[in-house]
């Protein structure tokens, strides 16, 4: 389609006729061009499935992970709050006629005391008066027939004060949340953008946020699960999820995954 | 060479404008292999002529092909997405993605370029009479002169007859821009198949 208001301007420079233009011919292409174009085409699609499923593995591990940190923290503060809605009286353990102490050679979150039927308990093997303790060292774990519940007095004594559920971590600064620090943070990894070998700089997203153009020699981020994106200015976009270790560093290729269809 | 002619070079074009077969298509966007293979046969000879053009007549024959490749492997990733009842024609929306293979291409690599010699570039055939060569050769040199930008306008509008809205979306840039490199393309050829016309005087 000519565009009158272009090419046929009395100043345009003329487009050279046809058979001018037909002079600059094409060779032939390689008669098994069809074969390579789908060997090749069939070789990276596998090879980006593969890595598409180990990425998605990754993310698996990561989720599954982070699902377990959940779970341990929501323990945490049950039992921090068991302990810190018991009241004073109710904090003196009950006198049990044969209670089982269960003493477990390093220290545990959760004071209280396990209770077993005592029926179904094996006498002690060893003859132990009530004021001799086992030697910590030994085999796991000791069970042991204490006469009062001042078995429970080898708790650290950080233990008693149980208004205070930050005390049950002996630290002077948990003691009081107010004269608390902020924690730290979990630590820090480096990240490495760069863009495939045969392909054009990109604007790189660090979950979700723009922080430049590749290469990215260097950038520190929080360890954990973060998401990087490639955007190329002609629609292309690659995305990769990671999960970084404090201290470590990582370096990511972004090759375009998509295309945007100019046409939609 | 009349007025006419020179106006209209793209109208007279000989080109291939087969399209794939509906039900092809939609079987090739369903990876079946035997319809990957029709659209590629389909297509390859308008993709390998775009590529061999957009770099000039310079490239060598494994370069020309690895883009092809390449240009192909970016249509098969974005083809599920191609919308058959959509404006653009699949020939178009292929030489689309090619075209931008190349200028990302050439954007990474200009030293794939390489000035056109004396000896017979890759596209002369040695049975071509000595004249045809050297206006080939003429065009090559004006083609390389241009950014990889203005020679896929160029190539695009006279080797493959889409029209300014159509090479507009393909280089994804307005439909004054696509004139204004078209001005250059023409102007640069120019200069050289006048210089050519100089020497033979």
Known sequence: MTTPEDEDREDAPAMPGRELLDAWTVPEPGADLTDRVLQHMEASLASETVVSMQERRRGGVGLALVGIAMVAAAALVLSLVQLWSAGPGQREAPAVAAPIVVRIPYPVAVPTPVEAVPVAVEPPTVEAPPTVEEPPVEAPPTVERPRKVEATSERPQRSRDLKNPFAFFGSDKHRDPAKSKPREPAGTATLRIRTGASYSPATVYLDGKAIGTTPIVKTKVPAGLHTVEWAWPDGEWAKSTVTLEAGETQVLEGLPSDLKNPYR | ?201
């Open chain 2, 1 to 201: 060479m009349t007025a006419g002619a020179q106006r209209e070079p793209a109208a007279a074009a000989p080109l291939e404008r087969h399209e794939l077969e509906g039900a092809t298509l939609l079987a090739a966007q369903r990876d079946e292999r035997w319809a990957r293979r029709a659209l590629v046969q389909t297509y390859q000879g308008r993709v390998h002529a775009l590529v061999w053009r957009l770099l000039a007549g310079a490239g060598r024959r494994d370069q020309v092909e690895d883009l092809v490749q390449d240009a192909f492997l970016r249509v098969f990733r974005a083809l599920p997405r191609f919308a058959p009842e959509g404006p653009a024609r699949l020939s178009t929306w292929i030489l689309s993605i090619a075209t931008r293979a190349v200028i990302d291409e050439l954007r990474r690599r200009r030293a794939v370029v390489m000035p056109v010699d004396d000896d017979l570039p890759g596209g002369e055939r040695p049975d071509l009479h000595h004249e045809q060569r050297a206006v080939a050769r003429a065009i090559a040199a004006a083609v390389a002169s241009l950014s990889p930008e203005v020679r896929a306008a160029f190539v695009l509008r006279a080797y493959h007859d889409l029209d300014y809205a159509e090479i507009a979306q393909t280089l994804e840039v307005g439909l004054g821009t696509v004139k204004s490199r078209l001005w250059r393309a023409r102007a640069a050829l120019q200069e050289h198949l006048h210089e050519l016309h100089e020497e033979i005087r």
